[in-house]
């Protein structure tokens, strides 16, 4: 919804807004969908509002609440999903021969006049198909339709037609449906970490990542559902490939060799081969496996890969799956019990202090309180110490997720001085090009481990049975036997983590003025430093010196126009990009071009335009950095230009400002709020706003302290 404004809940999926941080509250019976804005009205002056519902719902008996509205002669506007499958429940096909089409002449038939259709393929919607008074959007123009329905008298209704992303997961496994030939990725140098891409998309494969000069974002490649939402982030840094073919992909295929740097495939899995079978657990009475994970990485499969290998040793086995709704990052877990009976199964559920092994595949499901009220001293455990997206980062951009003390907690739980962990995130990546082979990688550490009661050989033939990529499953399971019985055979053969953020004063301004040179030429570092020898001279306290080397940074190194060149031209973030996908692919860039651009996004921001030709472009416009800040500069005249150059002389100005007598918390603060002047455009210019009066009500405070 716009901000300010509210929208009614509904029985769905699309309940579960009413449990984010958005305004969209209350709900209703089915059918009963804007029952109570039809009473409500009536005392409000006929104001109008928004009422969510679904397809299914529609169908069984939304089509009612509709005819009420109309016969009321309600201002409201019914928001009716189209997603094609009951996402609540597993991605069932909704029952009838229903299509946005027919739900447009349903409504039409209850007397309603104002139609919308909004999809992310409009092109493929005929509007012959559709009564004479729908109108026909893009979903890039959502939020000016929603302004303009909201001062529609009477009943309007729009239909929002896009596949659940869950179903289309599904649908291109299955390979019932077409997997665009288009991935999106960030340069994470360009990249400021404002995670506008993050509230744009609501996407959980818009993940952060931690670097030298800070947090930033990237596209998890493995679980990006391409729905290209995140471009609608105001940023430069987005790049689309065109026509890739991944890494990981050709190599399975055999169409390319294997990387030497990340170490062979073949010997890793003949080096597990090669591995003392371990000693497993007794199955004696029941014994429960657990694991844990979030919607969408195999965490069901690895739970059915263990049950149908039991099944073929001889054991009884049941299997649970908990699967969130089958929301995408949702938490999962599986329930797998074994017995030498059948009648020694009573349940299939694990009760509380039930689990005797422990497959963690992410660590906050893991740690959550659902898992480890099944902990109890003597639970053997794995964990993945991947950093997973969760839904609050989306919301807070800088949230740490705490991993060490999540283990802790853990092993706390468990009675056991330490628990084996890694990224199995990193491997998989590496190795396998793709996240996904981590949780397989996790089964394979606990069968080391000797936690699974299951034959090496029953795996394999489950594994077998499964049909899936079963070649890289058996490769991922055997990393995960080394990742327990001799990890530094398979993290020598991986590429060096990149370096870590200087932590000690000297250090960190040694590398800013390597940068600032870069950046821009020698005599500007020189500045830099001056201004920090200055304020060194008078502030005594050393986290206060490094928060202002980073800040001061921040604001003197403008990404202007001729740095985003110069970043995007970086022969780096080539590096990067042929890691990821194999020859041929072609690059995209989408920018805003300056004195150019006229036109404006759904949100009244500039619109950017696609350029497949900057590759080409950047180099030089990167060398025209030094007519930086000069006559010779026209991006100089831009706002946004001006506002970043007042911005130094600000920062300066505090740094001028501070006295070692008072605060030096209160400093911290006023100095490191620069910190959140990220982004570009309007997204940098609100966030300047915001921080100066934050920083100016901290000046007034010392003043009156």
Not at 293 to 319: K, N
Request: overall charge negative; glycine content about 8%; some cysteine.
């Amino acid at each position: 919804m716009p901000e300010g404004w509210e929208a009614l809940a509904g029985i769905a999926c699309h309940f579960l807004v009413t449990l984010m941080d958005r305004d969209t509250k209350y709900v209703c019976q089915m059918g009963g969908e804007g029952g109570s804005w039809v009473g409500t009205s009536r005392f409000n002056g006929n104001k109008h509002n928004f009422q969510n519902i679904g397809d299914g719902t529609w169908f069984h008996s939304g089509s009612l609440a509709i005819r009420q509205a109309v016969s009321a002669g309600t201002n409201i506007t019914f928001k009716i999903l189209y997603n094609d499958a009951v996402a609540m429940t597993g991605g069932q096909a909704v029952d009838g021969n229903l299509s946005p089409a027919a739900i447009a002449h349903g409504c039409a038939a209850e007397g309603v006049a104002r139609i919308a259709l909004v999809s992310d393929e409009i092109e493929l919607h005929h509007r012959a198909d559709y009564p004479r008074q729908t109108s026909f959007h893009d979903r890039a123009e959502m939020d000016a339709l929603q302004r303009e329905l909201r001062d529609y008298e009477g009943v309007s209704v729009l239909i929002y037609s896009q596949t659940c992303a869950s179903e289309k997961r599904r649908r291109r496994k299955r390979g019932t449906l077409a997997d665009p030939d288009r991935f999106v990725v960030i340069n994470e140098a360009v990249c400021e970490g404002c995670g506008d891409c993050s509230l744009a998309s609501n996407c959980l494969s818009v993940e952060p990542v931690d670097t030298p000069l800070g947090r930033k974002r990237r596209v998890n490649l493995s679980s990006c559902n391409k729905d290209y939402t995140c471009l609608d982030g105001f940023c430069p840094s987005f790049v689309t490939i065109e026509g890739p073919r991944l890494v990981g992909d050709e190599m399975a295929a055999g169409n390319m060799e294997e990387d030497e740097d990340s170490g062979t495939l073949a010997s890793l899995t003949a080096a597990a081969d090669a591995l003392p079978a371990p000693s497993p657990a007794p199955v004696g009475d029941p014994y429960s496996i657990l694991v844990t994970g979030v919607g969408g990485t195999g965490v069901t499969t690895v739970g059915a890969v263990l049950s149908m290998a039991a099944h073929l040793d001889g054991t009884a086995t049941t299997l649970l799956n908990f699967s969130g709704l089958a929301q995408k990052f949702g938490a999962v877990m599986s329930y797998v019990r074994l017995a030498a009976d059948n009648a020694m199964l009573h349940q299939p559920r694990i009760a509380a202090g039930g689990a005797d092994a422990v497959i963690g595949c992410d660590a906050v499901v893991s740690s959550s309180p659902q898992a480890m009220e099944m902990y109890r001293t003597g639970t053997r455990a794995v964990l993945n110490r991947a950093e997973m997206t969760t839904g609050e980062i989306v919301r807070n951009r800088d949230l740490d997720l705490e991993i060490d003390a999540r283990m802790a907690a853990i092993a706390a739980a468990t009675g056991t001085a330490r628990i084996n962990g890694f990224d199995a995130g990193i491997l998989a990546e590496q190795l396998f090009g793709d996240t996904l082979y981590a949780n397989m990688i996790m089964c394979g550490a606990s069968w080391q481990e000797g936690h699974l009661p299951v034959s090496k050989l029953a795996i394999d033939q489950a594994l077998d049975l499964n049909g899936v990529k079963v070649t890289q499953n058996r490769q991922a399971f055997a990393i995960g036997r080394l990742m327990s019985a001799n990890p530094d055979l398979v993290t020598d053969r991986l590429r060096p983590p990149p370096p870590a953020a200087p932590d000690d004063y000297a250090t960190l301004l040694a590398d800013r003025m390597v940068r600032l040179t870069t950046y821009q030429d020698a005599a500007y570092a020189d500045l830099y430093r001056t201004h920090m020898d200055e304020f060194a001279a008078r502030c005594e306290d050393d986290a206060l010196r490094r928060i202002v080397a980073r800040e001061l940074f921040r604001v003197m190194a403008i990404k202007d126009e001729y740095e985003v060149a110069r970043l995007h031209a970086d022969p780096a973030f080539r590096a990067t990009l042929e890691s990821q996908f194999a020859p041929g692919y072609r690059t995209v860039n989408h920018l805003v071009l300056p004195f150019i651009t006229r036109r404006t996004d759904g949100r009244g921001r500039p619109a950017r335009t696609k350029l497949a030709m900057a590759r080409y472009l950047f180099p030089l416009l990167a060398r025209g950095k030094r007519f930086r800040g000069t006559f010779f500069d026209p991006f100089r005249l831009q706002a946004d230009r001006k506002v970043e150059q007042d911005l130094i002389g600000w920062y300066l100005g505090l740094m001028t400002r501070f006295d070692a007598a008072e605060d030096i918390v209160t400093w911290r603060a006023i100095l490191g709020a620069a910190a959140d002047i990220r982004g570009y455009g309007p997204v940098k210019m609100a966030a300047v706003a915001r921080v100066r009066d934050d920083v100016e009500a901290k000046l007034r405070n010392l003043d009156h302290a």
